[in-house]
């Protein structure tokens, strides 16, 4: 069976447009026939293979997309060096189709970004939801897709369109941007940041007695041909990724990170005569950079994970004796609730027992040390941290201790346990507050009200539990 | 009235300076040096032609002969063998060429094999995802808990075996459309490149390596 025709159009497009280019320019020979032929071949594969991922790494064997682009970039330049030949040496005339090409590539830029913008200002989330949800029942049951018969298991295609529409207008009736993106493209795109240095260009090109070879000399010695590389651009999206990472970051290293590679941006363009770093240097310096943090991220993510098991084993097994544990999740949602509280009274403290003891055996770990230990205290910090103060400290004194395999809750345990979720003592009454440093920076970048705009803000805590208070906290040290 | 030769001897001369004082580029530096030679010796404009030959494609060569030393380098200093390869083998090509697209296209077909190798490599990596899994049996498998219990925590045990199977099945099915001859080599994971994404001992490694390839038939 083919690829969904969604599927192709995305992948096969440009090399489409640019089969069509040539064919338009009239080129031919032996490269735009090799060029077709592959096209036609991509094409043939697109129509042979029913799983895109079969259909890349095939693509990737052969070379295909390579292969293109090498016939497609041979064509473009004979076809230069043709009307090259034809106009012969004429130092006005090179120097003005270099100029031209500049004014080409401005318009480009800035075309590229109205396209954009136009493009993000037509987006059509209704037609966007139908279109996904067409291609994914006419791919029920390939490789990848729903099971087959999903979508008429809910009521068929139209039913599930008409809740979607349904869902999909209340969303946009309480967040009207919430599909669009024009602001942040208009925002982060800045076209000048690239054409003004090709405007400088231009203008040593323009000055009076300007000849070809001079122009190449000054632009190299002013360093216009490095700032037409566009490394303001790129400073700027270092400074955007910096702020974004600082204001929910996952750990201390992931701003460490980020943080050097701007500094290492900094350090180059200021070794440099004309303040422009060397992209190759540049690049380098990120990739030893991310290269250096990676494990760190990993192990701090591994240690977080693991205790935060150890907490939930905790909270899950002292709330299966609350008398209305089979009424509530995970448990409400079993055949058997009664049996599903039971299978965790009975088995959670073994397995408890397992994770605290992998978790020593990893990292040298205790119960305890979580507490002290700096992922703990990152989480509460950043207000990421999911229990209150109290009930961490009830769940370190009340439940740790008897957390015993084949024993139970000591039943007078039960009504402070119980108390606890009934009277929404569980859980940390900052959690809406988490997200607010991101609020503010997306607001600093994008406008007052943009995130609103867009993204649900959080519903107001309904936990009654006292904010953390971490210098108040006994088991920190 | 501008002399032309003399603002081309002039630019020429800048261009081979860009190079001058930076090691990374001391085969760039030495073609432009050479490239500007041959425009310094001409006495009329109309010479360079004749004296240019193939001075210019020997220019792209020489920046990708530098380009693919700081890539060389840099994997090696990152301990990234799979990944050196790929400026190891252009530069082993790279001075074979005297057209400069045929050399783009060697460096991008190079570039693609290198990624095909890299993705063949690093799919062994399944072995760091399936580490949770190796733990979740060992702990469904040895927590205590009363005799009722023991054979469904067995069966979940049995699960999470039957799962890294699946997934390292999968995985070579997958492979197998780059290279019909990949196999999922475990023991690969304790070379640099991936043991530095493991945050366990080396005993530890050793130990889930050893179950891991108890439980896939490895």
């Known amino acids: 069976m083919p690829l969904d025709p969604m599927m192709t159009d995305a992948l096969l497009g440009a090399f489409k447009n640019m089969v069509q280019e040539c064919r338009d320019k009239n080129m031919s020979g032996e490269y735009f026939d090799r060029m077709c032929e592959l096209y036609n071949h991509l094409e043939e594969l697109t129509r042979t293979h029913d799983d895109v991922m079969a259909f890349n790494m095939q693509v990737m064997k052969e070379d295909i997309y390579v292969k293109i682009s090498d016939c497609y970039s041979r064509l473009l330049s004979a076809q230069a060096q043709e009307q090259q030949k034809e106009v012969g040496y004429d130092d006005a005339a090179l120097l003005k189709q270099n100029l031209n090409a500049l004014r080409d590539a401005i318009k480009r830029i800035e075309d590229e970004k109205a396209r954009a913008l136009q493009e993000a200002r037509n987006y059509d989330p209704q037609k966007a939801m139908n279109d996904t949800l067409d291609f994914a029942y006419r791919n029920e049951g390939k490789k990848g897709g729903l099971k087959k018969g999903a979508i008429d298991n809910y009521g068929g295609l139209d039913q599930v369109k008409n809740a979607g529409e349904k869902d999909l207008n209340a969303e946009l009736k309480a967040r009207p941007n919430a599909y669009s993106n024009d602001v942040e493209i208009d925002t982060l795109i800045r076209t000048e940041l690239y054409t003004k240095p090709i405007e400088d260009l231009i203008k040593l090109g323009e000055e009076p007695g300007m000849t070809y070879p001079k122009y190449l000399r000054i632009q190299i010695e002013k360093g216009l041909d490095k700032a037409m590389e566009g490394s303001v651009a790129v400073r700027e999206g270092m400074v955007f990724l910096l702020g974004m990472t600082e204001a929910l970051p996952a750990s ?97 403290p073994g397995i408890f027992k397992q994770h605290e003891k992998l978790f020593q055996k990893y990292f040298g770990l205790g119960f305890f040390d979580i507490f002290k230990h700096p992922t703990y205290e990152w989480e509460v910090r950043y207000k990421y941290i999911g229990e209150s103060q109290e009930f961490t400290e009830f769940l370190i004194e009340k439940i740790y201790p008897v957390c015993i395999p084949l024993q139970d809750l000591p039943s007078e345990l039960i009504p402070p346990r119980s108390a606890m979720f009934k009277d929404n003592k569980e859980m940390n009454p900052d959690l809406d507050k988490t997200i607010l440093p991101m609020v503010e920076y997306y607001n600093s970048v994008f406008g007052e009200g943009r995130w609103q705009s867009k993204y649900q803000m959080p519903e107001k805590s309904k936990s009654t539990a006292a904010v953390w208070n971490w210098g108040e906290f006994k088991y920190k040290n | 009235m501008s002399d032309l030769l003399q603002d081309y001897k002039e630019y020429y001369a800048v261009r081979a300076g860009r190079y001058a004082e930076n090691p990374n580029y001391r085969n760039s530096f030495e073609a432009e040096k050479n490239l500007s030679e041959a425009m310094q010796s001409c006495s009329e404009l109309g010479e360079f032609k004749d004296r240019l030959g193939n001075l210019n494609q020997l220019c792209a060569i020489a920046l990708t002969k530098d380009k693919n030393l700081m890539e060389k380098a840099v994997c090696e200093e990152l301990k990234e063998p799979i990944r050196a390869a790929i400026p190891e083998r252009i530069l082993e090509k790279a001075d074979q060429y005297t057209e400069v697209f045929d050399l783009i296209n060697m460096v991008n077909e190079e570039n693609t094999r290198g990624m095909r190798e890299i993705s063949l490599d690093e799919a062994n990596r399944i072995f760091n995802y399936c580490w949770m899994m190796l733990d979740r049996i060992e702990t469904y498998s040895q927590a205590v808990v009363p005799a009722a219990y023991q054979a469904d925590m067995q069966n979940s045990a049995k699960y999470y075996a039957d799962r890294i199977r699946e997934i390292i099945k999968e995985t070579e099915e997958q492979m197998r459309l780059l290279d019909p001859a990949w196999k999922h080599n475990p023991d690969i994971i304790k070379e640099y490149r991936h043991r530095r994404l493991l945050p366990y001992r080396d005993e530890h490694i050793d130990e889930q390596l050893s179950k891991y390839k108890t439980i896939a038939n490895i």
């Open chain 1, 252 to 348: 201390p290293h992931h701003i460490e990170c980020e943080k050097q590679k701007l500094e290492l941006f900094d350090r180059l363009a200021s070794e440099s005569k004309i303040h422009v770093p060397n992209s190759d240097e540049l690049g380098f310096g990120i990739r030893r950079i991310d290269h250096h943090f990676e494990p760190l991220k990993t192990e701090w993510y591994e240690i977080k994970s693991r205790w935060e098991d150890l907490i939930y084993d905790l909270y899950i097994w002292s709330l299966s004796y609350c008398p209305f544990a089979p009424q509530i999740q995970p448990w409400c949602l079993y055949d058997n609730p009664q049996e599903a509280v039971i299978r965790t009274q009975k088995t959670q």
